[in-house]
C-alpha cells in the first residue's frame, strides 16, 4: 500500500524539501544518479539543460526533518489521512518527557540515527522541522481513505489491530520514502512512542536485496538456506542439550527442598520418594553414602552447578546467535519465541514420540516449518514474522 506515501504527497511540492549533493558535490551513496542533483547554489531553472529542474527533486521528507505518524481510529470522513502540520515543534514544558509516556503522537521516524534519539527539546532549540502525519487505520489496512467499504476492506481494517500496525508502517515508510529520483532507497529509523520499540534499515541493503544482478540474487538464495539450516542446527542442538540437563540434573533441586520441608516439620517429606523417583540421583547417593569418602551434599551441589553452568551457557548462545543469525530488524520477542518453541518440541520429543512413524516424521515436519519461515525472515527485508510463526505452533 501507498498509504504513508499519498499522505505525505497531500504536502504541497513548494514546500517539500530539496535533495542537495555533499559539500564537495559528490555523493557516495547515489553517485550512479548523480545526474539527478544539484548543488545548493544552482538556480531553480533548468538551466545545465539535462532536463531536470529543482521542482523535480522534491523529497518527501528531508534528511534533517522528523516524522511523526498519529494513528487515526475509526470512522472518517474525506481525506484524514494527510500532512497536518510542518514547522519546528513548539517549546516543551519542564515535565514533558518522551520517554516516560507524554509523546502525543504513535510512531517518531527520521532518516539518520541521531535525530530520532533527539528529544523534542533538541528539535525545538535547533528548529528542526517536524512533520505531524496523520493516517487512518482505512488507509493503512486498503490504501486509500474513504470510498465504499467492501466486506474485504471491513475484513482487513478488524484484523489491522491483530496483525500489528509496525509491519504496515515499516514497509511502507522502508519502500515509499525514497531520494527524489524516485528509485533509490533511504535509510530509515523508526521507533514505536509507547512500546519503545526501535528498527532501522540501510538503503545500500535494500538496493542490493531489489536491484541485484541474477547471479547476486542466486547467491543470496544458497546464503539463505545455508543460514537457515545452520539456524535449525544450533538451536534445536543447544536446546536438546539443555533440556536434558535441566531433566537430569535440575531435579536435585528436590534433594535439599524437601531437606528444608522436614526441618519445618513436614514428616511426610522422605528421601527415599526422591530416590525412587529419581533413581539415577538415588543410586548414585546410595553408593557415595556407602563409600563415606565424601559427604552426600556434595553430588547434590555438583548437580546444581552443572545446571548453573548449562543455562547460563545457553543465555550466552543465544546472546551471540541472535547476533549472528538474527542480526536485522525485527519484532520484539520473536527470538524469545523461536527458543521457547524450540523448547516445546524438544519436551514434545521426550513424551509423546515413541513410535516408529512419530519418529520419522516429527523432526523432518519440524524442519520443513522451521525452513519455511526463516526462508520467508531472510528474503524479506521486514515482513510479518509474528503471523509467520503461528503455524509453527500448530
Sequence with gaps: GRCVVSALESRPVSLRPLQYDDDDGNDDRYSEEKDYYVDR????????????SRENLRLLLGEDEVLHITILEGKCIGMCSRVHSAAPPPAPSKHHD????????????ATTDVLLRASDRFLHDHNVTVVDLYVTDACLSRGWDGGRRRPLSV???AMLPLVGRDAA???QLMMGIRGADGRSYRDGFLK??????KWAWWGRSLEYSYHSSHFERMWTAISILITSLLSFFLLTSSTALIVRVLTSSGVA?????FRLLRRLGVRDAEERTLSRSYPWIGRARAAVSDRDVHPQSHLIGAHLAKVALYYTMYEACQSVWNEWLYG???PAGMTVWLYGLSMVWEYYTMVFVRSAISVFFFPRLVLLYFL???LYFYSIPYGYFNLALLPLFA
Excluded at 42 to 52: E, F, K, Q, W
Excluded at 98 to 109: L, S
Excluded at 192 to 197: F, G, L, P, Q
Design 192 to 197: 514505536n512512542a509507547y512500546t519503545k520499540e
Design 328 to 330: 536485522k530488524s525485527l
Design 169 to 171: 508502517i515499516i514497509n
Design 372 to 374: 519455511a519461515f526463516h
Design 41 to 52: 547554489d544552482d538556480p531553480i531553472d533548468d538551466n545545465d539543460g539535462d532536463g531536470v
Design 155 to 157: 475484513a482487513a481494517e
Design 253 to 257: 533441586f528436590m534433594f535439599p527442598a
Design 98 to 109: 518522551d520517554d516516560y509516556g507524554d509523546a502525543t503522537y504513535d510512531y517518531r521516524f
